[in-house]
């Protein structure tokens, strides 16, 4: 039997972060530096899988859309959301092969375009609050056709829905490419949000996906045992708005389901990676860990990062 996949989820922020220009070169950058620490776990040669936010891309997509409208007709943010999966997916391939080439590692890559199902009447769609874009002036935000709300860090952002992920479509090529010894980049950005039809058929809505449900979900999907994200912090912490922080170096998925319903982690940032932890061990999965991009390697050895267990 061969060994169980490991799901590496990378954050939003790997190709674009603050005080970046935005070009292609700082993106290429970025895409190497998230590429190295994925090199290790891929010359162990066993099944892998890689997702990825697509934050702020998606944002600077929609807008470039919203910028050109006059010349030519914007697209909705799902084909937007698709847009952002082929960029990036090309960036981190070409920065994975680079990679891999220059370790002597040979693992073939594939980005794979994935959809995602939600449900039509999820909750969400009647309260957006997922915040997409640039900043808007209060002048501005009145004027928006679209829902917005006020944003932490000052000014106004247009928000959207943010539903629960139901159903990988793409999940037979995933695992079709898994078992022929290939890396698949997929879920990217949470994936394209679809809802299926009474038909059967299937169309794309006006919604973004959290990247690390849709990954847990993946996870889920395809038998993974190891769910590794990576993200801006070095573990998880208690009281991390109220120092001194308290690290937390290993928890249960009871202990973290405890500190969730305490309000101990910020949504929109350590809550729905931890709720996406929670529901992937739920599922039969061993362990999730969340450490920061070049912890990896030492954080599945238990010498970094957080690690929470059944």
């Known amino acids: 039997m061969s060994a169980a996949p490991t799901v590496v989820a990378l954050g939003g922020n790997a190709l674009l972060r ?11 950058r970025r895409a ?23 934050g702020p891309v998606v944002g600077n997509i929609f807008l470039r859309h919203e ?7 914007p697209m909705p943010l799902d084909v937007c959301g698709a847009e952002s999966q082929g960029n990036i997916g090309y960036l981190l391939s070409q920065a ?22 939600v449900a039509p009447d999820d909750p969400a769609f009647g309260h957006p609050t997922k915040p997409i874009g640039g900043f808007f002036s209060e ?42 010894g290939v890396v698949p980049i997929a879920v990217g ?21 959290d990247k690390d449900l849709a990954s847990s979900l993946l996870g889920r999907e395809v038998g993974a045992e190891t769910f590794v994200i ?36 910020l949504p929109g940032s350590m809550a729905p990676k931890i709720e996406a932890a929670i529901a992937f061990l739920a599922a039969g999965g061993r362990r999730v860990i969340v450490c920061l991009p070049e912890q990896a390697p030492a954080a599945l050895r238990g010498a970094a990062g957080t690690t929470i267990v059944a």
Not at 193 to 208: H, I, Q, W, Y
């Open 18 to 28: 603050q005080g970046d220009a935005g070009t292609v070169f700082d993106q290429l």
């Open 32 to 54: 190497s530096e998230a590429a190295a620490p994925i090199v290790e776990l891929a010359a162990r040669g066993a099944p892998l899988v890689i997702t990825h936010g697509n």
């Open 67 to 73: 910028q050109s409208a006059w010349h030519i007709p």
């Open 96 to 117: 994975l092969s680079n990679a891999l080439a220059r370790a002597g590692v040979a693992r073939p890559l594939a980005a794979v375009l994935t959809r995602v199902v």
């Open 139 to 180: 002048e501005e935000a009145r004027r928006s056709p679209y829902p917005v709300a006020a944003d932490a860090h000052g000014g106004y952002r247009r928000v959207v829905a943010s539903p629960q992920p139901q159903h990988i479509v793409e999940l037979a090529a995933i695992q079709a490419l898994l078992a022929a």
């Open 189 to 209: 950005g949470g994936g394209v949000p679809v809802v299926r039809r009474t038909d059967g058929s299937l169309v794309g809505v006006e919604a973004v996906i």
């Open 230 to 265: 990576l993200t801006d912090i070095d573990r998880v912490y208690l009281d991390f708005v109220r120092p001194p922080r308290r690290a937390l170096e290993r928890l249960t998925a009871t202990e973290a389901a405890t500190h969730l319903a305490r309000g101990e982690f």
